[in-house]
């Protein structure tokens, strides 16, 4: 992305490293204030309705809102979390990491405006993430359930089925926050995408060229009667050195047709 590439090189220096510890470190504190009964479960959640009404901090509050599940899962959320994120962080630089994530915040808090009374959470942006690490990293292997052997494509490919089916099944709030989850990273992998569909249209555009050719150059068909060797396997089949062209012609026809001038 240019667009991208210009602000690094203008305000990449800003940029904050190792963004994906300090917001599981946010994390954490919240999950322990939630977990102590020091803080309510909404206190980091985001809606237009009350950002509207005068809590204009929900803004910073909600990249740090923890997962809401049993210690164990959460702790593994955050695990892969640390990992997907710092894999993108490596081959992306931190900047560039940094600006998708602000850029899927954003889209969010925009996105809410539209279900202003429904509190959002940061969820479909952790999704986000899994969707540009498994795009650019597709055969990396996890262990589902410390066991099982998957590449994460498969993981991804079920995610974007679940999106699907709930823009299909679910309300006008989850429809909304999957599109958010979906715009961002579209907007950062829409030329990658295009690239893709573009190969994969040459490809088979030559694939296909390649099979006409083939058919072409192997089917021997009669000009008098139609039959071809695929009909009549078992025909012989010889070009006529008196007509003006290419004619083929079986064995009944080849001494009786008419020469072609």
Sequence with gaps: MKFIDRLERKIGRYAVPN??????????????????????????????????SGEWWRIFTIPFDP???????????????YMLGSTLEEHWGAFRY???????????????FLIPAYPVSNAFLA???FLAFATLFPEFQILLFFVLPVRIKWLALLTWLGYAYQCIIGGWPSRVMVLAAIANYLIFFANDIYLNLRHGKRQLT??????????????????????????????DFRYCPKCNGQYGYCRDHIFSHEHKK
């Design 19 to 52: 963004l994906t510890i300090y917001l599981i470190a946010g994390q954490s504190f919240f999950y322990l204030m939630y977990m102590t009964g020091k803080l309510d479960r909404m206190a980091t959640y985001f809606s237009a309705e009350l950002f509207l």
């Design 67 to 81: 997962p809401q599940s049993s210690l164990i899962f959460t702790l593994i959320a955050w695990y892969f979390f």
């Design 98 to 112: 940094n600006a998708y994530l602000v850029l899927g915040c954003l889209i969010t808090f925009a996105s809410s």
């Design 127 to 129: 999704g986000s993430v």
């Design 206 to 235: 030559k694939k296909v060229g390649g099979l006409q050719f083939r058919e072409k150059e192997l089917v021997h068909k009669c000009t008098t009667c139609g039959i071809t060797e695929k009909t009549h396997p078992d025909m």
